[in-house]
C-alpha cells in the first residue's frame, strides 16, 4: 500500500532531497511526528487530499504493535520546485541487498510557483526492513504523451 501526502515546510529547514526515513515501530512514528511537526505542515490537506495527520498520525491504531510486527513504513519525502507536481511508485523491487523503489515524477504541462514538499508512505513487508534503499525517479509530461 501506498500513501502520497503533500507536507510542505511550516519553516525553512535546511534538508536534503529526497530523504529516505525507514519506521519500525510506533514509538518511532511518534518520535517522527514529534521531531517534524514544526518543520512540516502535517495537519493540512491540499486540494482535497487527505492530510499525513488525519491518514497516518491521527489514526495510529492502524499502525500499532501489531502492524510493525510484520510490516514496516517507509517514508521518501521529496522537494519540488511546483505544487502541481505529482508521483506514482510504479514499482519495488529487491537485488541481494538492495531495495529499489521506482517513482515516476508527473510533471504538468504549466505549473504553479509553489513549493512543495511530499511524504509518500510505502507500507513493506518487515523481511526488507535492513535492505539498502535506493531511488530511481522518471519524469513523466503528459501533455508530450
Known sequence: MTYYFRADLSRYVDNEYPSIIKINTTGELRDYYASNKET????HGYYCETS???GVFSDMSGFDDDFFKAN???F???QE???SVRHRV???SQDN???LVKITRIMPE???CDMAQWHIVLVLDKSLFDKNVELAIEVERPDLL
Open 90 to 92: 510504479e514499482s519495488v
Open 110 to 112: 504549466i505549473g504553479t
Open 76 to 78: 521518501i519525502i521529496l
Open 97 to 99: 541487498n538492495s531495495l
Open 52 to 54: 499525513m495527520a488525519d
Open 81 to 83: 520546485g511546483s505544487g
Open 72 to 74: 514496516f513504513l517507509l
Open 40 to 43: 512540516y505542515q502535517f495537519g
